[in-house]
């Protein structure tokens, strides 16, 4: 069995028009290339669906129960086609956990693309809605799949522990080390998250998975471990309950803009030159 949009949306305007004649003319084609369309949908289906009546049209039963189906894949259709006509026209921009932290709403304020639009989106998968084709370059702060992926770095970030406000170790300490860090229980995300045993080679601290920020902030501030996250993570997600410090001994994280493979979207230079100059600034 195979059918077409066109006939779909022949059907359709047939019945919204009420006649062949009135649906050619909406359609901008003849009524013969009507009825051949309808003939040939119903050839397709083996069953009738449209009856001439002296004053109009109706439909069988067949055509009853599939006409609603009809609409909904036209529907479908029409909105696939408005993607593709507007995907040009915004640089979708995702992240997983935090998109630029400080710099995030000056980037926003400071966009200049008359012609694309910029929209931030956050996707909590490894590849910040690449793969899914929800977004056209992620903020990435872990290794990109480079047969995959083409990335360059923007900036680098501190590194912070997130702890428990009223943490008893803690809770009046401006900074703290790696190495007590690896005396505690760590939560980490290990899917998206910067965190993890590399951090600490021949000490690894006891680890609690967690797979989304919000969860993660949950733990820490139920005190049920602490983490370890970039400053961005900061700026995005303040907690009542969860307190910031930075890392005296820990390298910077590097930031990422990531996109698919030989295929740079429209305004990416623009996009790199922006966020480069706000983390250099």
Do not use: C, N
């Given at each position: 069995m195979e059918w077409?949009?066109?006939?779909?949306?022949?059907?359709?305007?047939?019945?919204?028009?009420?006649?062949f004649t009135d649906a050619a003319a909406r359609l901008h084609?003849?009524?013969?290339?009507?009825?051949?369309?309808?003939?040939?949908?119903?050839?397709?289906?083996?069953?009738?669906?449209?009856r001439r009546l002296p004053r109009g049209v109706e439909l069988t039963g067949?055509?009853?129960?599939?006409?609603?189906?009809?609409?909904?894949?036209?529907?479908?259709?029409?909105?696939?086609?408005e993607f593709v006509a507007t995907r040009h026209s915004t640089l979708r921009l995702g992240y997983a956990w935090a998109a630029?932290?400080?710099?995030?709403?000056?980037?926003?304020?400071?966009?200049s693309r008359d012609d694309i639009d910029l929209e931030l989106v956050r996707v909590n998968t490894p590849s910040s809605g690449?793969?899914?084709?929800?977004?056209?370059?992620?903020?990435?702060?872990?290794?990109?799949d480079e047969r995959r992926f083409d990335s360059v770095v923007v900036g680098l970030e501190r590194r912070l522990v997130a702890f428990a406000s009223d943490d008893a170790q803690w809770s009046r300490r401006r900074q703290v080390?790696?190495?007590?860090?690896?005396?505690?229980?760590?939560?980490?995300?290990?899917?998206?998250?910067?965190?993890?045993?590399?951090?600490?080679?021949?000490?690894?601290?006891?680890?609690?998975?967690?797979?989304?920020?919000?969860?993660?902030l949950d733990a820490i501030a139920a005190g049920r471990g602490v983490g370890t996250t970039a400053e961005a993570t900061a700026h995005h997600h303040p907690r009542p309950g969860v307190a910031y410090r930075p890392i005296k001994d820990a390298s910077r994280i590097p930031v990422r803009l990531a996109w698919w493979r030989g295929d740079p979207p429209p305004?990416?230079?623009?996009?790199?030159?922006?966020?480069?100059?706000?983390?250099?600034s």
């Open positions: 077409t949009l066109r006939e779909l949306r022949f059907l359709a305007e047939v019945v919204d028009a009420g006649t084609v003849s009524q013969a290339a009507v009825s051949r369309t309808i003939a040939g949908l119903e050839r397709a289906l083996g069953e009738r669906l449209v067949a055509g009853q129960r599939l006409l609603p189906q009809a609409r909904r894949v036209l529907a479908e259709a029409d909105r696939f086609t630029l932290g400080s710099h995030t709403a000056k980037l926003q304020r400071g966009w690449l793969v899914e084709g929800l977004t056209d370059v992620a903020v990435t702060r872990v290794a990109v080390t790696m190495g007590e860090i690896a005396e505690r229980t760590v939560v980490i995300d290990p899917r998206v998250g910067t965190t993890g045993p590399l951090l600490w080679p021949g000490r690894e601290p006891r680890f609690i998975e967690t797979y989304e920020v919000d969860s993660w305004g990416l230079r623009d996009l790199v030159q922006a966020v480069t100059a706000l983390y250099a």
